[in-house]
């Protein structure tokens, strides 16, 4: 049970470059979420999806897009890259059904835009 | 969902119990209680989460005021690996499709 794994774990871009960050979880999760953390700055939710099939967006999407194809992947676009989105990301995921949400945290991506 | 105040930072010994506080006020009937840490750089990572009665897991204790307007989290013998940010979260049961506002939270240090 390998939990909430992110792919790649680094990765330099120059700006207006595209890239896709990919999000896998592996405990038939319905909740999945992407955050990005700013240094010395608490998370901030970019987008969100409650199911195969569906997403939505969170406090700051703009620039991102997302896609959930498939119930255990999640995955994070970036179509321009600007150097505002160096970052680092978190993907998580939860399970909707019991109505708490306890998230679950991959291990990041950490981005560099040049 | 609620909002939250935690002091920025705390220090503990090593060995000696670390007793995180949370303000949360203006919580209401259904919301929930959560605690969350980052340590260094990871992911952060789920504690323990409580409505009313006090909690305990393998991890820490939770601690709620009967008003339900501050809680505390317990870590009994606080290690060095323990040093790390704690967020205290508010969030309804069944709301909001889960989710969480992570504020500053309070960075904990674990002195030996």
């Known amino acids: 049970n390998a939990g909430v794994t992110q792919t790649p774990k680094f990765r330099v871009l120059k700006t207006g470059q595209s890239m896709t960050l990919l999000c896998a979880q592996d405990m038939n999760h319905e909740y999945m979420y992407w955050y990005r953390q700013d240094p010395g700055m608490g998370l901030r939710l970019i987008h969100y999806s409650v199911g195969e099939g569906t997403t939505a967006k969170g406090e700051v999407p703009d620039g991102y897009n997302v896609s959930r194809l498939k119930k255990q992947n999640f995955l994070l676009g970036l179509e321009s890259a600007a150097p505002s989105q160096t970052s680092v990301y978190f993907c998580a995921s939860t399970d909707g059904d019991r109505g708490t949400y306890e998230q679950y945290f991959g291990p990041g991506t950490r981005l560099t835009v040049t | 969902d609620a909002k939250t105040t935690q002091p920025p930072s705390m220090d503990c010994a090593e060995g000696r119990a670390a007793n995180l506080p949370c303000n949360h006020s203006t919580i209401s009937g259904n919301e929930y209680v959560y605690w969350y840490r980052q340590i260094h750089s990871q992911g952060p990572q789920y504690i323990i989460h409580g409505l009313k009665n006090n909690e305990t897991n393998e991890m820490a204790s939770l601690i709620i005021t009967e008003d339900r307007k501050s809680s505390t989290l317990i870590l009994p013998h606080a290690t060095l690996r323990d040093t790390a940010v704690y967020y205290c979260?508010?969030?309804?049961?069944?709301?909001?499709?889960?989710?969480?506002?992570f504020g500053d939270g309070t960075t904990l240090t674990v002195k030996p």
């Open positions: 979260i508010v969030k309804g049961w069944n709301t909001n499709a889960g989710k969480s506002t």
